[in-house]
């Protein structure tokens, strides 16, 4: 039997790092990325453009199956493509967010979306970033990361993330809105945000980004046996 395509999961609730850890070992193995938010994000805003209530889990699961998305390199980050039309800065907006975490709560919508993020389990490797990435979707993944950090800290680097793109952001409301979101993820009935039995847990709490990918690295290369020069 062939080895299956290796996979890195990194799980964790909402602006904890995730993306730009995964960003960085893509590159850095040259490994294709899996940023499964994105995803439900998409689902979301399209059924909001066709003007579908977040809740009728038949009609946004439809949707999900349905979904028509490209994924473009861009200059600086990926371009990504609804429907044929660029999303730009509303994908990653807070009310975005916020409507992708409640569709992300119906078990339909789950469903549909599981085996086009199975899909992108190719050849040399794949970095999957989300919430169930660990849990459900790559269960049998050579190396599962769960981040954590406190949730004033999350706030306020989804507050620098959002003042750096330009957008608009008001840090006690963002600390509100982290918090519900992360209680819907975590309380909800299917794929809860958790982390996998075998994850390795890391709280990044006061912790720069370059340590936490350098942990990343250690444990990919001495779990995956990956030749990395450090
Ligand atoms: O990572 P993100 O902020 O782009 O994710 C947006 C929402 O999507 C998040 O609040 C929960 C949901 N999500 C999920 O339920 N499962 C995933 N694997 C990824 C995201």
Redesign the pocket.
């Known amino acids: 039997m062939t080895d299956p395509v290796p996979v890195i999961t990194v799980d964790g609730p909402?602006g904890v790092g995730?993306g730009t850890l995964c960003q960085w070992l893509a590159l850095r193995l040259g490994w294709h990325l899996l940023?499964?938010?994105?995803l439900?994000?998409l689902t979301a805003l399209a059924a909001l453009h066709r003007g579908l209530a977040l809740s009728d889990e038949a009609a946004v699961a439809a949707v999900a199956t349905a979904l028509d998305v490209a994924f473009l390199p861009g200059a600086d980050e990926m371009r990504i493509l609804l429907d044929g039309a660029e999303v730009g800065a509303v994908l990653r907006s807070e009310a975005t967010?916020d409507a992708?975490?409640r569709v992300?709560a119906l078990p339909a919508v789950r469903a549909a979306l599981l085996q086009r993020q199975r899909d992108l389990r190719r050849l040399p490797g794949l970095i999957a970033?989300?919430?169930?990435?660990g849990t459900v979707?790559f269960p049998d993944a050579g190396l599962k990361l769960f981040l954590t950090a406190s949730a004033a800290e999350r706030a306020q680097r989804r507050y620098k993330q959002l003042i750096e793109k330009g957008m608009n952001a008001n840090l006690a409301g963002l600390a509100e809105e982290i918090a519900a979101?992360d209680a819907r993820?975590a309380q909800r009935t299917v794929?809860p945000l958790r982390p996998a039995t075998d994850a390795e847990m890391l709280d990044t709490t006061g912790m720069p980004i370059a340590r936490v990918c350098e942990w990343a690295l250690m444990l990919a290369a001495r779990r995956l046996s990956i030749p990395v020069i450090p």
């Open positions: 909402s995730k940023d499964s938010g994105a439900y994000r967010g992708a975490s992300a970033d989300g919430r169930d990435m979707v979101r993820d794929a």
